[in-house]
């Protein structure tokens, strides 16, 4: 199965190691910002550099069979919202959802979307 992982940022070294662990289990991680080697607040230009990240990230989102997404506290305030954009991509695709920690928007209550307590809940069921 290919999977794309998707999170805040900030969570980039943890997911680099929950790929690992998928990828043990025999699955393919289409999600290439993990292997960025920058801060996309720092080192990323406006414009053209983000829209090539962005689309970047849609063709990985394309080629997955199962979407992802790592959420934080809803009380905890991310100034930055990517991820939110692609679960509601993946979803109008087609793509199953699933998320992993709280439910941090309205749309993850949505009855066809899988909920796991931990990662280690997750990676139980693959």
Do not use: C, Q
Request: aromatic fraction near 12%.
């Amino acid at each position: 199965m290919k999977i794309y992982l998707a999170a805040p940022f900030t969570f980039k070294d943890e997911l680099r190691e929950h790929a690992r662990l998928i990828r043990k289990k025999g699955h393919e991680v289409t999600s290439g910002w993990l292997l960025e080697r920058i801060a996309p607040t720092k080192d990323i230009e406006p414009g053209e550099n983000y829209r090539k990240h962005a689309e970047r990230d849609i063709d990985d989102i394309n080629r997955s069979d199962l979407f992802v997404l790592f959420t934080v506290d809803p009380k905890e305030w991310i100034k930055r919202g990517g991820k939110h954009f692609e679960a509601g991509y993946a979803y109008a695709k087609g793509i199953p959802v699933e998320v992993i920690g709280p439910n941090e928007n309205i749309f993850y209550f949505l009855r066809d979307i899988k909920h796991h307590e931990s990662f280690d809940e997750f990676l139980g069921g693959l």
